[in-house]
C-alpha cells in the first residue's frame, strides 16, 4: 500500500510539530486547525479506519487516549476541557485513510450532539 500523509509525517519523510510519540502512537498539530489548539494523534502502524480495528490494536489504541491526556496537560486545556473526534469513512468526514484522533480545544466548542 501506497504511503499515507501521516505515515510520512511518523517517518520524519515530511515536516510536521511533532509534539509526542511513543512506540504506537505519534502526535503533531493539524495544518489546518479547526479550534485554537488541534493536535492530530494517529496509530504509527497503519488501520486504515475503525472498521478495520482487530482485537490485536487494543494497546495501540489504548494509546490514542494516553496520549491525548498527556497532550492536554502540556497544552494546559486539561481543566478547561477538550473534544475527541474520530472520523469514519466518507459520511464521517474522514479524509486520510490511517485511523486518527483530533484533540480540539483552547476555546468553548459548544455542544454538537
Ligand atoms: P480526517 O478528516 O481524516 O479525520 O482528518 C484529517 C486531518 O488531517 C485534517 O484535519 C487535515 O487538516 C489534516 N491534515 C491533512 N494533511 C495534513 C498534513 O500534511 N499535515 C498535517 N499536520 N495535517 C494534515
Not at 497503519?46 to 479506519?49: L, N
Given at each position: 500500500m501506497k504511503d499515507n500523509i501521516f505515515t510520512k509525517i511518523i517517518n520524519n519523510e515530511?515536516?510536521?510539530e511533532i509534539l509526542y510519540k511513543n512506540k504506537y502512537v505519534t502526535a503533531f498539530r493539524d495544518i489546518n486547525p479547526k479550534a485554537p489548539i488541534h493536535i492530530i494523534i494517529v496509530t504509527n502502524d497503519?488501520?486504515?479506519?475503525v472498521n478495520d480495528i482487530k482485537e490485536q490494536h487494543a494497546?495501540?489504541?489504548g494509546h490514542l487516549f494516553i496520549a491525548s491526556a498527556k497532550i492536554a496537560k502540556k497544552e494546559k486545556i486539561n481543566h478547561a476541557?477538550?473534544?475527541l473526534i474520530v472520523n469514519c469513512n466518507k459520511d464521517g468526514?474522514?479524509?486520510i485513510y490511517h485511523l486518527h484522533m483530533h484533540l480540539l480545544g483552547g476555546k468553548n466548542l459548544g455542544c454538537i450532539l
Open positions: 515530511y515536516p510536521a497503519v488501520i486504515r479506519t494497546t495501540m489504541l476541557g477538550y473534544r468526514g474522514q479524509e
